[in-house]
């Protein structure tokens, strides 16, 4: 007899509300991982629920060689749960199959305020970039219509795009402000708006 899913099942969830999913992109060491860990320590202390992806093009080795969930992955297991009471934390073998894309992994997640994507440039989310403008290849915002928002340690330009708002990069508050005014407002237990 087929069992019902669990309501957090990627197979029970509505397509994900772009509202609430933003990306951040930059170059490599722009500070991103900073900006994001301010971020979600302030909404989650707001009471917000927020996941986080973050893309990797390198190969993830979440497991210590030799413990006993890597052996029986790389003996073959499509999927490996390790679990405690604290946590858990599925590994997935694609094994050849296509990367899934930023849709399928959501979809993965449970339900949230805020996702918060870190990587997965090319999908077509809204994206604050971060942009220092120093030794870097340059800014993403002109060829990418995406872009919403830069944090920026720079002074704005004047050919900038209306659409796309410019931040401060050394204020995360300022950073956040616009956040919280982009995403809708979770609701909280009692059903009304948190702050």
Do not use: C
């Amino acid at each position: 007899m087929h069992q019902p899913s669990h309501p957090t099942s990627p197979l029970n969830r509505p397509p994900f509300d772009p509202a609430r999913v933003l990306g951040v992109v930059g170059r490599s060491g722009s500070g991103k991982t900073t900006l994001l860990e301010y971020l979600v320590a302030t909404l989650a202390g707001r009471g917000w629920k927020v996941n986080v992806i973050k893309h990797s093009h390198h190969d993830l080795e979440l497991e210590p060689p030799g413990k006993d969930s890597a052996r029986l992955r790389h003996a073959g297991a499509a999927e490996v749960m390790v679990a405690s009471p604290f946590r858990f934390a599925i590994v997935h073998e694609l094994r050849g199959a296509t990367e899934p894309g930023l849709d399928e992994q959501i979809a993965r997640l449970a339900p949230a305020d805020l996702t918060l994507v870190e990587g997965f440039k090319a999908w077509p989310i809204d994206k604050l970039e971060i942009h220092r403008g120093v030794g870097d290849k340059g800014p993403l915002y002109p060829t990418d219509p995406h872009i919403v928002a830069v944090a920026s340690t720079l002074a704005r330009p004047e050919d900038l795009r209306d659409t796309v708002a410019w931040l401060d990069l050394d204020d995360h508050a300022a950073v956040l402000d616009w956040l919280v005014k982009k995403i809708p407002p979770p609701a909280s237990s009692s059903g009304h708006a948190l702050p």
